[in-house]
């Protein structure tokens, strides 16, 4: 014979257990951390060459021609400056890296900022410029290529006339 529905006694809520949490957020927090490191590890204090550096011997067979700067601005409302120009190789060695100074000025002629870049080769124009290391196109002799230098922020106390440049150093085999 039934009586009907067994009221079941209610029992004491279970504690929750919030080691397996507290375990998965300290491993993605270590994971998070070693990331982190490894990315800055290689990041040392950018290299600044003196200003009375002499230039790469082999800088004299590698004429810059076609200069021209360009601004734009990036998502974050800065500005981006840009240097384009030419580079041939009028010696008799194949190019594999160039690093070039750029020493931009104030009004009293004075320098604002000093910055060495390695030349980036401009691969292709359209639809947008695209930067390939002198490394992967070394330049032979009589050859001649575009390159660009991006500046992601300029002196504000920049005069406004275009940069010295000169090529500080050369890998050439």
């Known amino acids: 014979m039934s009586t009907g529905p067994q009221l079941v006694p209610p029992t004491e809520p279970r504690e929750r257990n919030w080691?397996?949490?507290?375990?998965?957020?300290g491993v993605i927090v270590v994971v998070a951390a070693v990331v982190i490191f490894v990315?800055?590890?290689?990041?040392?204090?950018a290299a600044v060459t003196p200003i009375s550096a002499q230039a790469d011997p082999y800088a004299a067979s590698l004429p810059i021609s076609e200069v021209k700067m360009s601004e734009s601005s990036n998502l974050a409302g800065g500005k981006v400056t840009y240097i384009d120009?030419?580079?041939t190789n009028s010696g008799s060695k194949t190019v594999t890296g160039i690093s070039m100074?750029?020493?931009?000025?104030?009004?009293?002629?004075?320098?604002?900022?000093?910055e060495t870049q390695a030349v980036k080769w401009i691969r292709t124009r359209d639809p947008?410029?695209?930067?390939e290391p002198v490394s992967a196109a070394?330049?032979?002799p009589g050859e001649g290529r575009?390159?660009?230098?991006?500046?992601d922020a300029v002196t504000e106390g920049w005069n406004g006339v275009y940069p010295e440049?000169?090529?500080v150093r050369v890998e050439a085999k």
């Open 138 to 140: 070394p330049l032979k």
């Open 19 to 25: 080691m397996p949490l507290a375990i998965a957020a």
């Open 39 to 45: 990315m800055e590890r290689g990041k040392g204090p």
């Open 146 to 151: 575009d390159f660009r230098l991006i500046f």
């Open 101 to 114: 100074q750029v020493l931009f000025r104030n009004a009293a002629n004075e320098v604002a900022q000093n």
């Open 128 to 131: 947008y410029i695209d930067l």
């Open 165 to 167: 440049m000169r090529i």
């Open 85 to 87: 120009g030419h580079i």
